[in-house]
């Protein structure tokens, strides 16, 4: 008897998160895992419902025989939805059904995982897949051992996804973990306080791996957290004659080190993910930041100066935040002349501190985790109601993201090139415009689709 047939899925975003059509990079959890069970002989295949842009069908489910879901909190409801659907076709063929559940939700409230889950996997999962996949696990939670060595993750195979050829940026992890303990953020929960790292040779093999034209976006929390590795990651890629488009996740600190950022910018690096969280210093220090505004306005100047594109990430309702954040923000962001921004509200996600002090406090409006992404209030602010923090967000959108700051935009920063002779210059200036246009246009139709919740918010009582 063969071994079993074995499906991964990433399930779709919900629909009311207008922005998880543009969720085209996959997680890597599922392909490390596939990837692995694939060499040791199982027949496996990816779905990702995002990359499809549709929901995974009944043919697809009915020919696996295991089904393993790898869920944020966001999709988990999704998540739900088709294991359940799963067991019911199996059940009408009269064929055995499994489903697994792994990914941050699961490892954050293994308890949460309903009756449509079989076994629940807490953490990373590399070490225990094989046994897990061949029954050697008998009880429903699983825990998942960290890896020591993240050099024995093999290179992903990314044709194990269906409709593979749709990525256009291919996903690429280089750590784990990262030094910093954000109130916010659960990476050190999941993965532990312990910043491990793959060797550079380990990640030059994968890099060099991947066909020329291929765009990179390395995945890491903290691209740059330990300086002296990344040169070394650096200087190799330079050496191998490595440059295509790439973006990474930094810190506002990884701009103190300016022959590091001009090395990012040698080797094709086009824009900085940065987590700029808040202008406000006293929500910067109840995030537990550890960066100042002047770190923030540094980092913004000194990766454009070196040619590099900055997305700066803002986070709005801290309890120190009053209504003046909104307006704050919008102008700092324009003022800066940030490339792109996202705007975000405060979401405590299970797993933080902030969603153990939101829980304890009795804030938390609602556990429909289809609403944890980020755009939808789910909790009552301190010096606001949850409609004004949610208008206050969409406002910030609206401010930066509007039609008359594109056309502003291109003509400021096109004539500045054309002035300088960075004729280069012009093609990036005219995707910043497209992605200001397209910006508003999604905006406009989230508002639409989300006025329900938006009279839900408004009316809420104190």
Known sequence: MGKPRVLFVEPLGAQSNIFAKFMTIPLLGPLHLSTIAKRDGFDVSIINENLLRRKIDDSELKRADILCLSCITATVNRGHEIAGRYKQIRQNIGAPAKTIIGGIHASMLPEDPGPNFDQVVCGEAESIILPLLEGAFKERIVKGTRLKDLDSIPVPDFTLIKNHSKINILPVMTSRSCPYHCNFCSVTRMFGK???????????????????????????????????????????????????????????????????????????????????????????????????????????????????????MFMLGNDPDSHEIFQSTSS??????????????LTPLPGTELYDEICSQKRLLHKNWNLFDGLHVVFKP???????LQSGMISCFKSFYSYTHAVKDFLFSGTKALKSLRLGQIGPT??????????????NSWIHYNRAYLTYLNNLRE
């Not at 491990?196 to 990640?203: E, F, G, L």
């Not at 590091?260 to 930041?289: D, F, R």
């Not at 301190?382 to 004004?388: E, G, H, I, R």
Request: hydrophobic content about 35%; proline content about 3%; glycine content about 6%.
């Open 194 to 312: 312990e910043y491990r790292t793959q060797s550079v040779p380990r990640v030059m093999e994968e890099l060099l791996s991947y066909k020329k034209g291929m765009s990179i976006f390395f995945v890491d929390d903290n691209f740059a957290a330990i300086p002296s590795r990344t040169h070394q990651l650096l200087d190799q890629m330079i050496k191998s004659g490595f440059r295509r488009y790439w973006t990474a996740q930094v810190r506002t600190d990884a701009s103190r080190d300016l022959e590091m950022v001009k090395k990012m910018k040698a080797t094709g690096c086009q824009v900085v993910y940065i987590g700029l969280e808040s202008i406000n210093p006293g929500s910067l220090q109840k995030m537990q930041k550890k960066q100042s505004l002047e770190d923030i306005k540094r980092s913004i100047r000194v990766f454009q100066s070196c040619g590099i594109q900055v997305h700066g």
């Open 332 to 345: 700092f962001s324009l003022k800066n002349h940030l490339d792109f921004v996202q705007y975000s509200v």
């Open 382 to 388: 301190k010096q606001m109601s949850p409609a004004q």
């Open 430 to 443: 005219f995707y910043k415009t497209v992605i200001k246009l397209i910006g508003r246009s999604i905006l």
